[in-house]
């Protein structure tokens, strides 16, 4: 994991919920995290003080009032001798900006968000079991509900029972909305679950996740209620393909670019370029979405311990599309897939 950086910022200012949770392990709906390469503190208000204090045994804890926690942090900062604070330039409203600049007089404010963001691109190993165990959860929750889906079960109520079997299995909630998409739908890439009635020989793409200590899973599997007809074979064994391929070449080293088109290639090469429209994949953990994008144009470096969806996907305008998706952690000579449930196309 990378380390912030303190050669030219003597502290560092959290308020985004996400990196909060990242640094010290704990979820409030308030508060404010304080890093300096010697110290430690969480300012939080009277609502979550206690149970901080007893399990944050490494940070300092601090009372806060809302309206006076920004004066109680830039008297603790100057006391303490600090001059450049580090904050969450891509998190921080205008609004908000303007009140930290008025609270903070005589200290410099500096955006840091791109180095901080950093410190969660590679996972560590204890963070790595906890996507695996989400994922887990989920593929048993598909297996659980894979019998209920037959002709006459609206999406909705698809979604519904993955659902709850999620939450059943000890999700602490869904990673998004689900998915669910039966015949011409599963053409739309983030549909919304409707009352549609699944027909003999329709398409079925279920896109879910499940949220379990903090982190995220994913995972996308598109399969046929009986015969599928030729164009959507080909269209399912051209997708199949390709996602196989680049689960064998992506590797640490690569730019997301590069493992953006082991896909892609593939699929422009079977006349089906326009038809794949959006990234290969995307990192995940402390959010369902979060850097590296896996993408045509992008150029950042994929590095060990990352974890990324690799999701390619065809799609057919009024005759339904096709996703398939596992979650991977980037190795130096390969991946390691995250992701058991098979893939087969025909239920």
Not at 189 to 195: L, M, Q
């Amino acid at each position: 994991m990378n380390s912030l950086s303190y050669s030219k910022i003597n502290a560092y200012i959290l308020q985004s919920p996400i990196n909060r949770f990242f640094v010290s392990g704990f979820d409030a709906s308030l508060g404010y995290v304080v890093i300096s390469e010697n110290s430690k503190t969480f300012y939080t208000d009277s609502r979550y003080f206690l149970a901080a204090k007893e399990k944050l045994a490494d940070f300092t804890v601090k009372k806060i009032t809302g309206k006076g926690a920004l004066d109680t942090i830039a008297k603790d900062l100057l006391d303490s001798g600090f001059k450049a604070i580090g904050f969450e330039d891509n998190f921080v409203s205008v609004d908000s900006f303007k009140t930290l600049k008025d609270k903070f007089k005589g200290l410099t404010l500096k955006g840091a968000s791109s180095e901080i963001d950093a410190i969660r691109l590679v996972k560590s190993s204890q963070e790595i079991a906890k996507i695996k165990k989400s994922q887990t959860i989920a593929e048993k929750a598909f297996d659980e509900i894979i019998d209920l889906i037959k002709p006459g079960i609206t999406e909705r109520e698809v979604a519904t029972s993955l659902n709850i079997e999620c939450l059943k299995l000890g999700a602490d909630e869904m990673a998004f909305k689900t998915i669910v998409a039966f015949g011409a739908n599963s053409a739309i890439p983030h549909h919304v679950p409707s009352d549609k009635k699944l027909e003999k020989n329709d398409l079925i793409l279920l896109d879910f996740g499940v949220k379990l200590d903090g982190y995220h899973s994913d995972m996308t599997r598109t399969f046929c209620l009986g015969e599928p007809s030729e164009k959507m074979q080909e269209v399912y064994d051209i997708v199949l393909a390709a996602q196989d391929y680049a689960l064998k070449h992506i590797k640490a080293g690569l730019t997301c670019h590069e493992a953006d088109s082991l896909a892609r290639e593939y699929i422009r090469a079977n006349g089906y370029e326009a038809e794949f429209s959006h990234s290969l994949g995307h990192g995940l953990g402390l959010k369902i979405h979060e850097s590296p994008f896996v993408r045509e144009n992008g150029e950042d470096l994929l590095l060990p311990g990352m974890v990324i969806s690799v999701e390619p996907g065809i799609y057919i305008e009024g005759e339904g599309g096709v996703r398939i998706e596992d979650i991977v952690v980037v190795r130096e000579d390969g991946v390691e897939n995250l992701t058991t449930t098979g893939k087969n196309f025909v239920l």
